[in-house]
C-alpha cells in the first residue's frame, strides 16, 4: 500500500510558483548583477549568500542562516599576455580560474577547436610551446569539447602554457574553473 505524500499541497503550490512568479527570476538577476562574480572567499560571495540566507529567512525558513567550513579558495590576480615576435604587442587578458601562475616566454602553436584527433596529431609538437585553443567546439566532432578537456591535453602534450580563446565577439571572456 503506497502513503500519500503530506507535503503534496506545498510541493503542487511551490511548483506553480516557480512557473507563475518573477521571483525566481529576480533573485537570480541580483545574484548575477549585484553581486559579481562571487568567486569563493571573496567578499562579493559573502555579500550574495548574506542575500541568500536574507531570503530563505523572508520565505519563512526557519533557522536559515549561514555556517563557516574550512575549503580551497582561488582569487584572480593581474595577468598579461604580450606577443614578442615577429613583432611586440601586449594583449588583454584574464587567468581561468584555478590555474597556477608563471610566467613563460615560448613559440605558440594552435590547436584550433581542440579535437583529439589535432592534439594527437601535434604529439610532441607541443611540448614546451604555448598552445593556444578556440573556445567552439569542433563542428564535426558531434560532441562538446570543454575548456578543462583542452588544457589537461595541452599539458600532457607538454604545453609551457596554455591560452584559451573566445570566438564570440562581444559576449565577454569565456572563464570558468579548471578543477573537477
Known amino acids: 500500500m503506497s ?12 511548483v506553480g510558483d ?8 529576480d533573485n537570480l538577476t541580483v545574484l548575477c548583477d549585484d553581486f559579481g562574480s562571487r568567486f569563493a572567499g571573496t567578499p562579493d560571495e559573502r555579500r ?3 542575500f541568500i540566507c536574507e531570503t530563505f529567512n523572508r520565505y519563512g525558513l526557519k533557522d536559515a542562516r549561514l555556517e563557516s567550513y ?5 582569487s584572480r590576480g593581474p595577468a598579461t599576455l604580450e606577443i614578442v615576435e615577429p613583432i611586440q604587442r601586449s594583449l588583454h ?7 597556477p601562475s608563471g610566467d613563460t616566454t615560448a613559440e605558440l602553436i594552435s590547436v ?13 609538437e607541443m611540448k614546451g610551446r604555448i598552445v593556444m585553443a578556440g573556445s567552439a567546439s569542433p563542428p564535426d ?4 569539447v570543454h575548456r578543462k578537456e583542452k588544457y589537461e591535453r595541452s599539458v600532457l602534450g607538454g604545453a609551457s602554457a596554455f591560452i584559451f580563446i573566445s570566438e ?5 571572456p569565456e572563464t570558468g574553473s579548471l578543477q573537477n
Open 3 to 14: 502513503q500519500k505524500n503530506p507535503y503534496l499541497q506545498m510541493d503542487q503550490q511551490m
Open 18 to 25: 516557480i512557473y507563475t512568479s518573477r521571483e525566481v527570476m
Open 48 to 50: 550574495a549568500a548574506d
Open 70 to 74: 574550512s575549503y580551497a579558495g582561488w
Open 93 to 99: 587578458c584574464i587567468s581561468l580560474p584555478y590555474c
Open 112 to 124: 584550433g577547436y581542440g579535437s583529439p584527433a589535432k592534439y594527437e596529431d601535434l604529439g610532441d
Open 141 to 144: 566532432l558531434g560532441r562538446w
Open 168 to 172: 564570440s565577439p562581444g559576449v565577454g
